[in-house]
């Protein structure tokens, strides 16, 4: 158990739908990271927040957006909702912002949009 | 921007023999990370390697960070059941962004 929580585990919506899938970090962790995985690929960084605000951005589509709570908890956000958005979303976080040290993952959200 | 080539893309092994494989990067690397995913769970760290001709070992695990600072490999010796999975590399410059391989999927033939 890494200590990250996501959730839902699995999600199946249709196209055009919005969801919000929802990510715990490890408790004292102030970075949390959002990747995507489509099917037998590497991880796409989308976005990063530390302590509420947002830090870095990669490669995210303007119909997805995220937030980071005072609580730390943070929130994607898929809207607009399309097939190829099917992925696995995961949350990781770690304790800083240094790259180069450990980042814990949780064990994703399966989103299938039908 | 950098990239990270990752290869083999998959590799079909019997138990027992040794696996490798690497990563390559268009531009110097300060740090190499070597993560892996279980089925359905999320990336565990495996290694972290943060000096240019670096070896490190972990258990049947051993990763070394090239001297050319723009390649890594991860060796798994005799291999088991449970190595099967996907193994990522990652790599950083400074406090930049990591950036992830596509990963090397280890399937162990029956």
């Known amino acids: 158990d890494s200590g990250v929580t996501q959730t839902p585990k699995h999600l199946i919506t249709a196209t055009g739908q919005r969801v919000t899938l929802r990510c715990s970090p490890r408790s004292g962790d102030l970075s949390v990271y959002w990747y995507q995985q489509s099917l037998d690929q590497g991880l796409q960084f989308l976005i990063q927040?530390?302590?509420?605000?947002?830090?870095a951005k990669g490669n995210i589509l303007e119909r997805f957006s995220a937030q980071q709570f005072p609580d730390l908890h943070s929130e994607l956000n898929l809207s607009s909702l399309e097939l190829g958005d099917s992925a696995l979303y995961f949350c990781a976080s770690r304790v800083g912002t240094d790259p180069n040290t450990e980042a814990f993952f949780g064990q994703g959200t399966r989103l299938t949009v039908v | 921007g950098q990239q990270l080539n990752q290869s083999p893309q998959s590799m079909f092994i019997q138990e027992g023999e040794d696996v490798s494989m690497n990563c390559t990067s268009s531009s110097i690397f300060n740090t190499w990370l070597w993560y892996k995913q279980d089925p359905g769970e999320g990336p565990v760290l495996l290694i972290a390697l943060y000096k240019a001709g670096e070896l490190t070992s972990n258990g049947r695990l051993t990763a070394q960070f090239g001297i050319t600072r723009k390649d890594s490999f991860l060796n798994i010796s005799a291999s088991i059941p449970s190595d099967v999975g996907i193994y990522f590399c990652a790599g950083s410059y400074s406090n930049y962004q990591l950036i992830w391989g596509a990963g090397t999927k280890l399937i162990i033939k029956p």
């Open positions: 927040y530390y302590n509420g605000e947002e830090r």
